[in-house]
């Protein structure tokens, strides 16, 4: 089975845009859930996506969102970019709750 | 709220040498459960094992073993026999039952760095 992949690998912003970040989860896998890693906060969990509808969130603001289409794929988008908002994004996929969710490798967003 | 430390953030040791990793939590909830995470230099996160919190059994897998301690609130990993291999930074998780699904929360991570 392939993992989770993640596009792009990187990305670099200025100040103000807004960016879109793609998840495509494990084959089978309805559960997506995404993280921000910074080397100040360490890895926090932004919000959890189950059959399109968003299950959990995190406390970030309002300029993170994400949705997820019927085929489990994944969006994640940050409005407004601050420079706050560099980090690792990382998406990960479980096939049902609580169960062990697995990574992909990341989108690297630096804002300039 | 639910919370997790790893206090070591970071331990250097010689091949072949064992090393335990601390993780202690908290968590009000009395259904929880609780992972591992291997994060290598590439930065992909790896699953290496998961306990809910009816099963106090410790495990091994291989050169891995953990030992997880509902009294003392800790679930520590060690590694027999380390190998340069295993040089990572490691992440203990936390989710609870009930509403908060997969939400993981993660401690802040010990840097292992295993000399030849």
């Known amino acids: 089975k392939a993992g989770v992949t993640q596009t792009p690998r990187y990305l670099i912003k200025t100040r103000g845009q807004q960016v879109t970040l793609s998840c495509s989860p494990i084959?089978?896998?309805?559960?997506v859930s995404w993280y921000q890693q910074t080397p100040g906060q360490g890895l926090q969990f932004l919000f959890e996506y189950f059959s399109e509808t968003q299950r959990n969130k995190g406390n970030f603001p309002g300029r993170f969102s994400g949705r997820q289409f019927s085929n489990s794929r994944s969006e994640m988008n940050v409005s407004t970019l601050e420079l706050g908002d560099s980090a690792l994004y990382l998406c990960?996929?479980?096939?049902?709750?609580?169960?062990?969710?697995?990574f992909g490798p990341g989108t690297r967003l630096t804002v300039l | 709220a639910q919370k997790v430390t790893q206090a070591q953030t970071e331990i250097s040791v010689v091949e072949k040498e064992d090393v335990t990793l601390d993780c202690v939590y908290e968590?009000?909830?009395?259904?929880?459960?609780l992972f591992w995470y291997k994060q290598p230099p590439s930065g992909e996160l790896v699953f290496l094992i998961r306990r809910n919190s009816f099963d106090e059994q410790n495990e091994i897998s291989g050169r891995y073993s953990w030992n997880f301690q509902k009294s003392t609130s800790s679930f520590n990993f060690t590694i027999t026999a380390s190998q340069v291999v295993d040089s990572a930074v490691y992440f203990c998780?936390?989710?609870?039952?009930?509403?908060?699904?997969?939400?993981?929360?993660f401690g802040g991570g010990t840097r292992l760095m295993v000399k030849p």
């Open positions: 968590t009000r909830d009395t259904t929880y459960y």
């Open positions: 998780a936390l989710s609870e039952g009930g509403n908060a699904g997969n939400m993981l929360t």
């Open positions: 990960a996929s479980s096939a049902g709750r609580y169960n062990e969710q697995f």
């Open positions: 084959s089978g896998h309805r559960s």
